[in-house]
């Protein structure tokens, strides 16, 4: 009972690092969606 390992920070360090690749994953769609996104925006304005 004396030599029980800490895990208090693991959960935390665990969700920090999903986030981070949730954020990347986000980031390299909208690089790659962002400019056809634009396009079709440009594409509506100018039928305005």
Same mark, same amino acid.
Do not use: C, D, H, K
């Given at each position: 009972m004396l030599f029980l390992p800490r895990e208090e920070g693991?959960? $935390?360090?665990e969700y920090a $690092? %999903?986030?981070? $690749?949730?954020? %990347?994953v986000v980031i390299a769609i909208l690089l790659l969606v962002g400019p056809?996104?634009?396009n079709v925006f440009s594409? %509506?304005?100018n039928a305005i």
């Amino acid at each position: 009972m004396l030599f029980l390992p800490r895990e208090e920070g693991q959960g $935390l360090v665990e969700y920090a $690092l %999903i986030l981070v $690749l949730v954020a %990347i994953v986000v980031i390299a769609i909208l690089l790659l969606v962002g400019p056809a996104v634009g396009n079709v925006f440009s594409t %509506i304005v100018n039928a305005i």
